[in-house]
């Protein structure tokens, strides 16, 4: 009945939030336009420079980015940063691509990780390092981890911003009813398998964990093992020309899955992560893997006490550690060069400890700048959400290497959806030597025809 | 007399033979400028885009689509090597095979009944029309929530029957299946539409003149109803299959071409390809595939039209 | 048993709108009976209630004897030709005749046999595997009776079969309907709207207007003795002139112009109102020579048909038609002597139409023809 209800409801909010959308799209589109003949008219008589900011951050997330970009235009009256939602990820990084180097290109761009080196290869953006020369910009200020996966052949192409990393969620009521430590997350594989096993005896409705078929989370796991993603050092040293994992390490993730399918502990929910949260916070799944920045937004949806943990690893090994996830901003070549320090002040705005303590407090994604853990809001989020350090508990606790700065190469969106074949194959009881030979024969080949095709 | 008349008369047809000359130009310039307006549309949106496809298919790209290293016919190669693309190829001719005729005889059926002349009919005429009304994006959100794989209905209406519940999106087995369903339920709208104005269409004398003769309610279906409507027929199994051959936003909505490629489709595939691993060559090569698969198709269906479609 | 009867057959639609009010009726074996009337008068509407295709509102509808109100068409075993021939445009001719026969199932020899029957009375024998779509008007015509012809109904509803056809083969077509209706003694119920093809091939006519009879009978007898003013005008061609009259000095006065003399005893006695409406048919106002001429009218207009000439006149504010055997070379304008005869005038009362007097004339050549 709860259910029926819940469902209804979501309904007809998602009804509204679609008709919203559409309502909304052409006046927003017809007033920004607007406001860029203004801009170039009325840059002489002080009018505001106006940055077009092109994002991917949808729902929740959107509302918080508004909300910084509102305080930034607020604040001062020489800049107007005007804030426009392009789609996930993936769509953002096509409509650059073709739109790359015209008129219709913003002034600067969200682009996730894995983008960077499509990016720099586009020969349509600016380095930032530009800018930090010419202001002698301080960015040793930044995360490590951070700075260690953006800071590419000794200079930043583009200004991180922001940053997450995958956590591990559980439900701390099933925990207590499995008889399981509710402030102890399992650690590693076995562990997880084992806790597993304990909520499904005490509650046959409910199953242990959930992974995502998402390349994402596969690289992460990965990562943790220490294992590179590509050869070649992760990408960093030359570009890469096969997988860098080994066997054992690539078919641990898939084997640790199977197993647990025997055990019939493991719910699937493919490559939905709406799906996959929602039936957590139904209690149909009692642990998952997410994004960090999901958590602000689980905890305050979830009916029970939820417990944030790192992510898991084999226990015969080491933990390594996790990978800078997120996204960076990304300054265009070719635009006015008012509006692109106009677009860099705003940048550096965003690096403001201030400005990371709320990103941080109201997302769930980490504050770049660790002074922002010194603010009074995020102390004050940490009494009520102590979950929210987990994340930056993960990342400080990352072991430095190749492995953990992430892969850098313009194809990994394509190896994505190749792992994540592989994992739904292995959710529905494939073979798993199978599903990892195709994962490394298609990466590679994936390679090398990217390869082939920069000429190189 | 005589002798000024023969040049005279053969100057008369010359002049004659320049002015027809004239007028035929004329015509075929009224002609061309009648035409003007889609030849240039066409030649924009369709003629040029095939032709840079074409030239495309030939290439590997960087990730703008700029043509970089000339590779011949190794992208053609590569997609029917590929055990992916021969999924997906797959996966669409099972997808025709489902919506196509599950669509039209779920219309066929829904049409038959709506063109009873009953009290109230209009009502039902519209709710077996509405779904035209409903865009994908919108039918699919909708259908979204029924797949869900513990909320969802389906499976909400599974469990009270004591069944275990499916993955219906999320399942390799299911999940094909589900979009076909979800797609046919989109398609009848339209098809129901076209299908009841041929039915309308009849000539009630002929059923008239078929009571009198004695033939029953099922003979008159057969031997009138289905040849009288088989023009509206053939025209909603072509569009019918071209539409599902072009299948693409139910694909992204619910699946995004998963589980286990299960619904990679050739249009989602080819964007896919395209425009979230930038390999526009291979992109442009299964573009061209699929470009052929509905001409042969299409053609195939003319001839065999020919012969068993009755027009009027 | 007659093989058709009608009793107190009504329709109407929603309870409100009467579109055939009591209709009574008994149609004989093997009769060819005509219902003609204007469009809208409901003789379609009756011909598709007798043939199922339409409910019957009130009444009884009986084939010989028997209670047929509730049967489907299927099942009484009778045949109907469509006005536009419903003919399957999918199927070819062979096909198309046969429809019937294959949907009863019936013998595959005795369809064979029928077939050629059929075909060969109605010369379609060469056509058989053409679709209707290939076939001129006439050949369709034929294509739609065989079908009829081949289900060897007794019962055969025709409705407006030869609208679509030109004059010509309208009127070849007539004969040839009659003549199979007769050889293969069908009792045929025919609608149309055409007097002419009612006067030429009923045995009897049913004159219907506003979904009520009007008058039932053979063709002479509507001719002659037309029972009220809406069948006088609509039955014979020219129509029958009309024009309202009282009588003044003994004479019967026309339109406030024409002034015929009568011997007003004969009249008086069943006249009750003092005006009223005459009429006449156009061959009664006859051509003469100055002396014999009872009137002298100024021609209007002039129309030649070869055989027979038909001149107007104006009478008052109607405006009358003679029909004159042979070729006259009279022209607008010229006066022309003529004679019309007191015997010659039907009487109709001018607010009911009906007929208070039939002329005495068409009683005497009836007579005489007998």
């Known amino acids: 009945m709860k259910k029926g209800i819940l469902f209804i409801g979501m309904f007809v909010f998602l009804l509204m939030i679609v008709g919203c959308e559409e309502g909304d799209a052409s006046p927003v589109q017809n007033e920004n336009d607007a406001t860029q003949t203004d801009a170039q008219d009325l840059t002489e008589d002080n009018e505001p420079v106006v940055v077009t900011f092109w994002h991917a951050m949808g729902g929740a997330l959107e509302e918080a980015l508004e909300e910084l970009v509102n305080h930034f235009n607020a604040a001062q009256d020489e800049i107007y940063v005007n804030a426009e939602y392009q789609g996930t990820y993936d769509e953002a990084l096509t409509k650059f691509h073709s739109i790359a180097g015209t008129d219709n290109a913003p002034t600067m761009m969200q682009v996730f990780e894995i983008g960077t080196k499509s990016m720099i290869n586009s020969g349509a953006i600016e380095p930032i390092q530009t800018f930090i020369d010419q202001d002698n910009y301080d960015m040793s200020k930044l995360e490590e981890n951070i700075v260690n996966y953006y800071k590419i052949d000794d200079q930043f192409y583009s200004m991180p911003f922001n940053s997450s990393t995958p956590v591990m969620y559980y439900n701390k009521e099933a925990f207590v009813n499995a008889g399981l430590d509710p402030d102890t997350a399992p650690t590693t594989f076995e562990e997880v398998e084992k806790a597993s096993k304990a909520i499904v005896d005490a509650n046959p409705d409910m199953k242990g964990f959930s992974l995502l078929a998402y390349g994402w989370l596969y690289e992460q796991l990965l990562a943790n093992q220490g294992a590179l993603l590509m050869n070649n050092d992760n990408g960093r040293t030359a570009t890469p020309t096969e997988v860098g994992f080994t066997e054992e390490q690539g078919k641990s993730v898939f084997q640790w899955v199977e197993r647990m399918i025997e055990d019939q502990t493991f719910a699937n929910y493919g490559t939905s992560g709406d799906n996959m949260i929602s039936g957590f916070l139904s209690g149909d799944v009692a642990m998952f893997m997410a994004s960090s920045a999901n958590v602000k937004n689980v905890i305050d949806n979830a009916p029970f006490e939820v417990g944030v943990g790192f992510i898991p690893y084999p226990e015969n090994i080491e933990r390594a550690g996790v990978v800078i996830g997120g996204a960076s901003l990304w300054m265009m070549s070719g635009v006015d060069e008012h509006e692109q320090q106009a677009a860099w002040e705003f940048m550096k705005y965003l690096q403001t400890p201030e400005i990371q303590a709320q990103w941080h407090v109201g997302t769930g994604y980490f504050a770049i700048n660790p002074e922002a853990y010194e603010e009074q809001v995020v102390l004050d989020a940490y009494q009520v959400l102590p979950q929210l350090k987990v994340t930056v508990d993960q990342l400080q606790s990352t072991t430095p290497s190749y492995a953990t700065e992430g892969a850098l190469m313009d194809m990994i969106p394509e190896a994505r959806r190749i792992t994540e074949t592989a994992l739904e194959t292995v959710f529905h009881g494939g073979d798993v030597d199978q599903a990892y030979q195709d994962v490394v024969d298609q990466i590679n080949a994936a390679i090398q025809q990217a390869n082939r095709a920069r000429g190189e | 007399m005589n002798q000024l008349a023969i040049p005279h008369d053969h100057l008369e047809t010359l002049e004659l033979k320049n002015t027809l000359k004239k007028q035929k130009i004329l015509r075929w310039l009224k002609g061309m400028l009648f035409l003007a307006p889609s030849i240039i549309l066409f030649s924009i949106f369709l003629f040029y885009p095939l032709a840079r496809s074409i030239y495309l298919s030939f290439f590997l790209t960087n990730n703008t689509g700029v043509p970089t290293v000339f590779v011949g016919f190794e992208n053609y190669i590569n997609i029917f090597t590929s055990p992916i693309f021969r999924n997906s190829l797959q996966s669409t001719f099972l997808f025709v095979l489902y919506t196509v005729p599950g669509a039209i005889i779920i219309s066929l059926f829904l049409a038959i009944i709506a063109n009873e002349k009953l009290k109230g009919i209009g009502f039902f005429r519209t709710m077996f029309s509405s779904t035209m009304g409903i865009s994908v994006a919108a039918a699919s959100v909708f259908w979204m929530f029924l797949f869900h794989p513990t909320m969802g209905w389906l499976n909400q209406i599974l469990s009270y029957v004591g069944v275990d519940a499916i993955g219906w999106l999320t399942d390799p087995k299911w999940a094909l299946l589900s979009v076909s369903i979800s797609t046919i339920w989109m398609n009848i709208g339209f098809t129901f539409l076209i299908l009841l104005g041929g039915l309308q269409s009849i000539d009630r004398y002929l059923y008239e003149s078929a009571d009198i003769d004695g033939a029953g309610y099922f003979y008159q279906l057969r031997r009138i109803t289905l040849p009288m409507l088989s023009p509206t027929l053939f025209f909603v199994i072509t569009v019918a299959l071209i539409n599902a051959f072009q299948t693409f936003g139910q694909i992204d909505m619910l699946t995004r071409g998963g589980p286990q490629n299960q619904t990679n489709l050739l249009v989602y595939s080819i964007y896919r390809e395209a425009f979230m691993n930038y390999q526009y060559g291979p992109a442009s090569a299964q573009a061209i595939v699929l470009f052929i698969i509905i001409l042969i198709i299409t053609l195939i269906q003319f001839k065999l039209g020919e012969r068993k479609v009755h027009y009027q | ?370």
């Open chain 3, 1 to 370: 048993m007659k093989p058709v009867e009608l009793i107190n057959i009504s329709k109407s639609y929603d309870q409100e709108q009467h579109v055939l009010k009591e209709i009574n009726l008994t149609i004989e074996k093997g009769e060819f009976f005509v219902l003609v009337g204007p469009s809208g008068s409901g003789k379609s509407t009756l011909l598709r209630m007798i043939a199922g295709l339409e409910a019957i509102t009130d009444g009884k509808l009986k084939f010989n004897g028997k209670l047929v109100n509730h049967l489907p068409p299927k099942d009484r075993d009778l045949s109907m030709v469509f006005q536009n021939y419903a003919l399957y445009p999918h199927l070819n001719v062979e096909q198309n005749i046969l429809f019937g026969l294959r949907a009863k199932k019936i013998a595959e020899d005795e369809q064979k046999r029928r077939l050629m029957q059929t075909t060969e009375m109605l010369g379609l024998s060469d056509f058989l595997k053409r679709k209707p779509k290939e076939l001129s008007g006439g050949q369709r015509q034929r294509v739609a009776l065989a079908r009829s012809i081949v289900s060897e109904s007794p019962l055969c509803l025709m409705d407006e079969p030869l609208s679509n056809l030109d004059a010509k083969l309208r009127a070849q077509m007539r004969m040839e309907i009659k003549r199979i209706q007769k050889k293969l003694d069908l009792t045929m119920i025919y609608v149309t709207h055409d007097q002419v093809e009612a006067m030429t091939m009923g045995d009897r006519i049913m004159v219907l207007n506003d979904g009520v009879i009007q008058q039932v009978g053979e063709p002479i007898e509507l001719n002659n003795a037309p029972t009220n003013l809406f069948v006088a005008s609509f039955i014979g061609s020219p129509k029958m002139n009309i024009g309202s009259a009282y009588i003044e000095n003994h004479q019967i006065v026309i339109e406030d112009t024409l002034r015929i003399s009568a011997d007003i005893t004969t009249v008086t006695g069943w006249l009750k109102e003092r005006k009223f409406t005459v009429g006449i048919r156009a061959e009664h106002i006859k051509q003469t020579t100055e002396e014999h001429a009872t009137h002298q009218l100024e021609v209007v207009n002039v129309e030649q048909l070869g055989n027979e000439t038909l001149i107007t006149f104006e009478i008052g504010n109607v405006l009358w038609t003679a029909k004159w055997l042979g070729q006259w070379l009279v022209s607008v304008g010229d006066y022309v002597p003529v004679s019309i005869s007191m015997e010659n005038i039907h009487f109709y009362d001018t607010n009911t139409g009906d007929l208070l007097k039939a002329a005495e004339q068409e009683k005497e050549r009836e007579g005489i023809a007998l």
